[in-house]
């Protein structure tokens, strides 16, 4: 690649008109703006409405880094719009000109444009490592096992990783700074770039963008921030409210606009005691819901709760009315299947067959024992209605093929959990929010304005529709006033959920005079600059309360005794707060770090300040487990396992979702292996607690066996009844065992203690990638294989294969029923609820069959059948 050429930041509007020129449509004037500060060599935050427009921000950063002869990196959260992304820009900029880097799959490292996570960015900045050599800083060497110095190259202080020849790098979706498992990966990876490079920040509308652009001022440098609210397809909000009798003749469902596109409220008088009867006294599989509990008139025991809306009545009101396509939300993944199946009571779309037969040819690639799985049976059940199923248990070959036929206008619904929401480019025309509640592994809490606004940005579709609409349906464990409240309420703002890590820290610490610098490098994140703008704010309030306590002090006739007491109560109060947290924030960082240098030292990473053999294997593990992984490296426990036990236990850290599942049988020498493991692991989550630094997380007990089986042959659909697992989850943990694998891997290089262990790895690797689980890397980095007019498929597979059969008593896979939680057909209150029928009632109504059959004559005995003459 040639050398770069240096910017000239006068032809900023050149620069604009001609990058406008390649676009099929006009650009708003906020992506006008965004640009020009981009080609003026500022940085930008852009905070915009999903589906505004802000990505074609980041491909202008794209496209002016190519210009100048530079590289690109353009980040996402998430490796499903990382893959996505990628296919995108191998149609904009050429399939030569982009690579992919996410952690399993690598394609064209060298690229000029190359798309990744974000955690993988953060790694290479962390590491200092980049394609092309560079030379390393003297640094103190670290010390050996009998406290000598290691002559062994370590990586540099990452003060921002060789990067000479990138132009731009784009944050897309940085609202997710405030997620609790990703967001430090962000606000690593903006300290720790080069402050010469531009970022192009692209976030969903958040209340404190301007908080937040300062921030990246004053962590990076020059920044432009461009705050647009308007949402490039208006949105009317609606409200679904069921008959109270639904089997009184003549009674029907009602749909209220609440909001108009406009954003005026509309009033509706009748609609403020419907909803929340059930509010915190109606159990689900045990959890109590905390539904919301407003005005008095809200609820009420003596209302009764009405009949849950069928989700088919909803998708043929919305074709009636022209609101389709629509993406339908619930928020198990159960209730989308459920919900979904309901719609068979709707007749087929017209293209239905012409659907099955297209998705037949793009999942033709599919073995025959991945053909059979359910998921499989359930989305050619569904196709000829024309709706779909997608969450995250899906396989990825299906939840691609879903998003692709909805994104051509092919499928009318769409029944989805919110994970739908996280970037994934499906705009529809509707979208249905079926509950007001969610549950969060804890318990089932009220949506978020964020979480709501997160969803319903997919509605209205670009240059389609004339406005959007959101359809909230009612609820007897929420009411409507509350609902209105999330529909129109403030949003939330960011706020920083930076923790510390392993792996950063070793990276960045090499000598003892280290430690502070990585204090420095916690003290500028977004958590402590909150942290001095409270004290700012804090700070005014106390003098703005000192102020006026002197002047009602000066005059004493007219201040009432009172009011001067309240007044200095107030002070006071204030003032103990401002030393607190000035306290805090001063300790804050210089405590994390010692917390972290116990605990180093604790394993002996760590020796006066300085660090050990240990540390490079450490450095090289990014995962949330890295010490646990470390250790297994070092005390070389993994060594003795053969190729599939290798890739069984390092699954045991492939997934922490807490979900029902029944662990599958491992060999003994794995069983010896989870004692060594679980005592191993309980004690650095002890130590860590200790130290106030909770990094590590606690292994799923009942996660075993089944990376063992698929290492021994065994089929998905097996694994997953056996396992009562989902199979888009077990290829998601055989995907994350076979990242493990590559991080292990590179640990084991950094030193002797692995040097046994890396032919292990390999084969290991080789035994999972096989099947549903090499598919899904391959079809996420070029697509499914398309389909020409003449119904060939680029796929030399057989397109006519037979479709499997969805009995109706066949349960969703990974799921037991839970008799305490309702499915959202046969969700009526029971009897002696509040808003059901009175014990009383249901007792005479039992008492009155019973004497009724009774009093019936009995049955005629069926005539005995005759025997056949042979």
């Not at 002090?553 to 103990?576: F, I, K, M, T």
């Not at 030393?579 to 605990?599: H, I, M, P, Y």
Request: glycine share 8%; charged share 30%; with cysteine.
């Amino acid at each position: 690649m040639p050398a770069p050429s240096l910017p000239d930041y006068s032809r900023a509007d050149a620069l604009v008109a001609e990058f406008r020129a390649t676009l099929p449509y006009e650009l708003d004037p906020f992506q006008v703006d965004a640009m020009q500060a981009l080609a003026r060599g500022h940085s930008v935050l852009v905070a915009a409405p999903t589906g505004t427009g802000k990505t074609v921000v980041g491909e202008f950063g794209v496209w002016l880094a190519l210009k100048y002869g530079s590289r690109a990196i353009y980040t996402t959260p998430i490796k499903a719009l990382s893959n996505q992304k990628f296919r995108d820009f191998q149609k904009r900029f050429g399939a030569e000109t982009v690579g992919l880097l996410t952690g399993d799959v690598v394609v064209n490292p060298d690229a000029a444009v190359r798309v990744m996570t974000t955690e993988v960015l953060r790694n290479v900045l962390v590491t200092g490592e980049s394609r092309a050599p560079r030379a390393r800083p003297t640094v103190a060497p670290p010390l050996r096992a009998d406290g000598a110095p290691d002559a062994s190259p370590s990586p540099p202080l990452a003060r921002g990783a060789p990067l000479d020849d990138v132009g731009a790098i784009v944050f897309d979706e940085v609202h997710y700074m405030g997620d609790p498992e990703r967001g430090t990966a962000w606000e690593e990876s903006i300290l720790l770039a080069p402050r010469h490079l531009p970022l192009v920040c692209l976030s969903a509308t958040v209340p404190n963008a301007s908080e937040v652009a300062e921030w990246i001022r004053d962590a990076h440098g020059e920044l432009t921030c461009i705050f647009h609210e308007e949402r490039a397809v208006p949105l009317e909000h609606r409200y679904w409210v069921p008959p109270e009798d639904p089997e009184k003749a003549g009674s029907a469902f009602k749909v209220y606009t609440v909001l108009t596109a406009d954003g005026t409220v509309v009033s509706q008088p009748s609609l403020r005691k419907i909803g929340g009867e059930l509010a915190g006294k109606v159990r689900f599989g045990g959890v109590t819901s905390q539904g919301f509990r407003g005005h008095e008139d809200a609820g009420g025991e003596d209302r009764a709760a009405r009949e849950l809306p069928d989700p088919w009545r909803v998708i043929r009101y919305l074709e009636g009315e022209g609101l389709t396509p629509a993406i339908y939300f619930v928020f198990s993944r159960r209730a989308t299947e459920e919900s979904a199946l309901s719609c068979l009571a709707l007749k087929p779309v017209e293209h239905g067959r012409e659907l099955v037969q297209e998705a037949k040819e793009r999942l033709a690639g599919l073995s025959p024992e991945d053909r059979a799985l359910r998921q499989v049976a359930l989305l050619f059940r569904l196709l000829p209605r024309g709706v779909a199923v997608h969450h995250a248990g899906m396989l990825p070959q299906l939840k691609m093929l879903v998003e692709e036929l909805f994104q051509s206008g092919k499928l009318r619904a769409v029944f989805a959990t919110d994970t739908l929401a996280l970037g994934i480019n499906m705009p529809a025309k509707t979208v249905v929010v079926a509950e007001m509640l969610k549950y969060d592994g804890v318990q089932r809490r009220p949506l978020t304005p964020n979480e709501y606004r997160q969803m319903t940005g997919r509605a209205g579709r670009r240059g389609i529709d004339e406005r959007g609409v959101s359809l909230v349906l009612y609820s007897p464990w929420v009411p409507f006033m509350q609902s209105m409240g999330v529909m129109s309420g403030e949003l939330l703002p960011l706020e920083s959920a930076f923790r510390p890590t392993y792996s950063t820290a070793m990276n960045l610490w090499l000598q003892p005079e280290d430690e502070e610098r990585l204090a420095d490098l916690y003290a500028r994140s977004l958590r402590r600059f909150q942290h001095d703008r409270d004290l700012k704010e804090l700070t005014e309030q106390k003098q703005a309360l000192e102020d006026a306590f002197e002047l009602q002090r000066a005059d004493p006739g007219g201040a009432r005794r009172q009011e001067l007491w309240e007044r200095a109560q107030e002070l006071s109060s204030v003032d103990v707060e401002l030393r607190r947290a000035r306290r805090v924030a001063a300790q804050e960082s210089r405590r994390t770090v010692g917390g972290l240098a116990r605990v180093l030292e604790r394993y002996d990473y760590l020796r006066d300040g300085r660090p050990t053999y240990k540390a490079p294997y450490l450095r090289a593990m990014f995962d949330t487990n890295a010490l646990t992984l470390s250790e297994l490296i070092v005390n070389q426990q993994l060594e003795a396992l053969e190729p599939a036990e290798l890739a069984e236990a390092l699954s045991w850290f492939s997934t922490d979702r807490d979900s029902p599942m029944r662990g599958l049988q491992i060999t003994r020498r794995l069983e010896r292996l989870r004692d060594i493991l679980d005592h191993l692991h309980g004690g650095v989550l002890r130590e860590e607690e200790r130290q106030d630094v909770q990094i590590s997380r606690p292994l799923p007990p009942d996660f075993h066996g089944m990376a063992l089986a698929w290492a021994h042959g065994d089929d998905l659909a097996d694994i997953a009844r056996r396992s009562r697992l989902q199979e888009g989850d077990l290829v998601g943990a055989l995907q994350k065992t076979l990242d493990l694998i590559g991080q292990v891997r590179g640990a084991a290089l950094r030193g002797p203690l692995g040097e046994k262990l890396v032919p292990l790895l390999d084969e290991a690797d080789g035994l999972l990638r096989r099947g549903v689980v090499e598919a899904s890397y391959q079809w996420a980095v070029g697509g499914l294989p398309e389909v020409d007019e003449d119904g060939e498929s680029n796929a030399d597979v057989d397109l006519d294969w037979e479709v499997p059969v969805l009995f109706e008593e066949e349960s969703p896979g990974g799921f037991r029923r839970n008799r305490d939680r309702p499915s959202p057909r046969d969700r009526r209150p029971a009897a002696g609820t509040p808003g059901g029928p009175r014990r009383g009632e249901a007792a005479r109504k039992a008492r009155k069959e019973r004497t009724q059959a009774k009093l019936a004559p009995p049955p005629t005995a069926p005539p005995k059948p005759r025997r056949k003459r042979r």
